[in-house]
């Protein structure tokens, strides 16, 4: 598909060489527009579930279907009014996490719509800063675990409970 979605990275998409530090939708024109998310941030406190709202603002008359990514990590939902709404326009849904969402807009053919999310991404990365924090201050053990042991933290310390036969 035009244009050409050429990577994604914590916080941001690069199509056709441009980057941009937003969420996006490429219309059926293949123009790049920021997405509004306020649209289901303002239904349901968050723009983790696409709103009937913001889908009647992203779907265009003629389009076979709508590509969205749905974060590095997938965690962006369709509302059921959101689906009820694409279903009635007979536009087709594929819904994937974004990485797997532009290589999807890459091979598509059609008049296609495709909105990509990286509202999770900063989240993610702070998360991740923290819990590093924690490793260096003590309050997590560090230790690899096996993949099948279960690690619960328990206020400062890390506790391991093995299924293990010995």
């Known amino acids: 598909m035009v244009p050409v979605i050429n ?4 916080g941001s998409i690069t199509v056709d060489g441009m ?3 937003h969420d996006i939708i490429i219309t059926l024109e293949g123009k790049v527009k920021k997405r509004k998310k306020k649209l289901s941030k303002a239904v349901y406190g968050t723009s983790h579930t696409i709103s009937l709202e913001e889908a009647e603002y ?5 389009s ?4 969205i990514g749905s ?9 059921k009014e959101a689906a009820g709404f694409l279903k009635q326009k007979n536009c087709e849904v594929r819904l994937f996490s974004t990485p797997d969402a532009i290589r999807e807009w890459n091979i598509a053919e059609g008049k296609w719509i495709d909105e990509l999310d990286n509202s999770n991404i900063q ?12 490793i260096h201050s003590g309050e997590v053990d560090s230790t690899p ?8 933290v328990q206020g400062n310390a ?5 299924d293990l036969p010995f």
Do not use: N, W
Request: hydrophobic fraction near 35%.
């Open 71 to 79: 974060g590095q990590y997938g965690v962006v939902e369709l509302s």
């Open 145 to 152: 675990q096996r993949d099948d042991e279960k690690v619960s």
């Open 7 to 10: 990577d994604t990275s914590f």
């Open 123 to 134: 989240k993610i990365y702070e998360d991740a800063m923290m819990f590093e924090k924690q």
């Open 64 to 67: 076979e279907g709508i590509i």
């Open 58 to 62: 992203v779907f265009q008359k003629g």
């Open 19 to 21: 980057v941009f530090d």
């Open 158 to 162: 890390a506790q391991a409970d093995t």
